[in-house]
């Protein structure tokens, strides 16, 4: 190698060296700079593409479910029918039930009831109570069938709401109320249905 020999002033030879330090600085940073920026580029697109294959299948679900909405329309129109019969099969049978309580209902009453008694209403209101209007005789005539109610299996619970003398026809007589809160242990649904199927005057015996 050949001796190299700088033909420079001294004072002009510090100016014109050439600093590769601060060059292969330079070069890195550029180099890293550069690397940044590709890499940015990079995940911008992979970013963008990803976005965009997102929305492409979130379009694709909304129109099947639009495709599908006249059929889920009709899937709920058939549930809405099938809970609506339910409801109705229940309540006939509900209401079957009952229709079969009711003459057992009225042969206790009736048949619980002194000579002295004639009936002129029996009905059940919506909360299950039986309520029984009449004549008697007398008094005494009314407390025994007041007793007599009052164990029965079907009919219990009796209690007195009225008693008052009358005359009817030219005859003194009693006029009776009672009522009996518990009537073939029916829940407040069953006699609330009983009592939309049930006549709300039913007769009893006539006058003896």
């Given at each position: 190698?050949?001796?190299?020999i700088?033909l420079?002033?001294?004072?002009?030879?510090?100016v014109?060296?050439?600093?590769?330090?601060?060059s292969?600085?330079?070069?890195?940073?550029v180099?890293?700079?550069?690397?940044?920026?590709?890499?940015a580029?990079?995940?911008?697109?992979w970013?963008?593409?990803?976005?965009?294959?997102?929305?492409a299948?979130l379009?694709?679900?909304?129109?099947?479910?639009?495709a599908l909405?006249p059929?889920?329309?009709?899937?709920?129109?058939?549930?809405?029918d099938?809970?609506q019969?339910?409801?109705?099969?229940?309540?006939?049978?509900?209401?079957?039930?009952?229709r079969q309580v009711w003459?057992k209902v009225?042969?206790?009453?009736?048949?619980?009831?002194?000579?002295?008694i004639?009936?002129?209403?029996?009905?059940?209101?919506d909360?299950?109570?039986l309520?029984?209007?009449?004549y008697?005789?007398?008094f005494?005539?009314?407390?025994?069938y007041?007793?007599?109610?009052?164990?029965?299996p079907?009919?219990n619970?009796a209690?007195l709401?009225?008693?008052q003398e009358?005359?009817?026809?030219?005859?003194?007589?009693?006029y009776?109320?009672?009522?009996?809160?518990?009537v073939?242990?029916?829940?407040?649904?069953q006699?609330?249905?009983a009592a939309?199927?049930?006549?709300?005057?039913g007769?009893?015996?006539?006058r003896?």
């Amino acid at each position: 190698m050949m001796p190299r020999i700088n033909l420079l002033p001294e004072r002009l030879r510090g100016v014109y060296e050439y600093d590769w330090r601060r060059s292969l600085r330079r070069f890195l940073l550029v180099t890293v700079v550069l690397i940044f920026l590709v890499g940015a580029g990079g995940f911008c697109v992979w970013a963008g593409r990803q976005v965009l294959d997102q929305t492409a299948q979130l379009n694709a679900v909304n129109a099947r479910l639009q495709a599908l909405a006249p059929t889920l329309a009709k899937i709920e129109a058939l549930e809405k029918d099938r809970v609506q019969t339910e409801e109705k099969v229940t309540f006939f049978q509900k209401l079957m039930d009952n229709r079969q309580v009711w003459p057992k209902v009225l042969t206790e009453v009736k048949t619980k009831m002194p000579r002295e008694i004639w009936l002129t209403e029996i009905a059940l209101n919506d909360k299950g109570v039986l309520e029984i209007k009449g004549y008697a005789a007398s008094f005494t005539s009314v407390g025994e069938y007041l007793l007599s109610l009052s164990t029965g299996p079907l009919v219990n619970e009796a209690a007195l709401k009225i008693a008052q003398e009358e005359t009817l026809d030219q005859r003194q007589v009693v006029y009776f109320e009672i009522v009996c809160s518990r009537v073939a242990n029916l829940t407040a649904d069953q006699a609330k249905t009983a009592a939309g199927s049930i006549p709300p005057n039913g007769r009893g015996a006539g006058r003896p």
